[in-house]
């Protein structure tokens, strides 16, 4: 079956540490996306990659960090200056070109740092 | 000013009930447009994308006026299954392919 897998679904943390969310598509799609989501709150885009080895700012990339060495893979790395890191974290990808093209999300990823 | 806006509600409505969601986008240069649906604590999920013509999916609705920068959700006939949040969400190409999402509208039907 295609899609967007997110490891782990839950993970706990102590401040002062880094941690990296994984996120892997078999869509064969070439963007992909990190939101996060608080309680009650719309998704905020992090980062996003249109393209291998090339990404983007979103609107609170501050205190996270991302690569795309693959097509498959864009895994996300929330530091240790991320000041409230505690969140649902939800990765995304779509195909790009003349649309429109829907965007596809993993399971999320539930971040709890105390 | 926000990229999309969404009632947040919440709506309840009973069983059988029709009801309709309203959202409005800011960028003109907008192109793609969907309504998606989040359970709780889960992922959003793809209800339909929404074309000029408008179109629908069984019980479903939706349209768009890009006059007025409007899209809007209709649910008829409405189950329990149903509760749930609506997303309201763009496509701007111009801004390097991004999608940019309304805060959500909660429905809840009452049996």
């Known amino acids: 079956d295609g899609g967007i897998t997110q490891s782990p679904k839950y993970l706990f943390r102590k401040e002062g540490q880094n941690v990296t969310l994984s996120c892997e598509q078999n869509?064969?799609?070439?963007?992909m996306y990190w939101y996060r989501q608080d309680p009650g709150q719309g998704l905020r885009l992090i980062y996003y990659?249109?393209?291998?080895?090339?990404?983007q700012k979103g609107d609170i990339a501050e205190g996270y960090s991302v690569s795309r060495e693959k097509k498959e893979s864009f895994p996300l790395t929330v530091t240790s200056a991320q000041k409230n890191p505690t969140a649902f974290y939800l990765c995304?990808?779509?195909?790009?070109?003349?649309?429109?093209?829907?965007?596809?999300f993993g399971p999320g990823t539930r971040l709890t740092v105390t | 000013r926000k990229e999309v806006e969404q009632d947040p509600g919440p709506f309840n409505v009973p069983e059988g009930a029709t009801v309709a969601f309203n959202c409005t986008y800011s960028?003109?240069?907008?192109?793609?447009f969907f309504w998606y649906r989040q359970d709780c604590r889960k992922e959003p999920k793809l209800l339909m994308s929404?074309?000029?013509s408008g179109n629908e999916d069984g019980r479903f609705t939706a349209q768009l006026n890009r006059a007025s920068q409007y899209i809007s959700l209709l649910i008829r006939d409405s189950k329990l299954s149903d509760s749930a949040t609506y997303l309201c969400?763009?496509?701007?190409?111009?801004?390097?392919?991004?999608?940019?999402f309304g805060t959500g509208t909660s429905l809840t039907v009452i049996p």
């Open positions: 995304a990808s779509t195909t790009t070109g003349t649309g429109p093209y829907e965007q596809y």
């Open positions: 969400v763009v496509n701007v190409a111009n801004t390097g392919n991004q999608f940019y």
């Open positions: 960028n003109s240069a907008s192109q793609s």
């Open positions: 869509l064969n799609h070439d963007a």
């Open positions: 929404v074309y000029s």
């Open positions: 990659s249109q393209i291998v080895n090339d990404f």
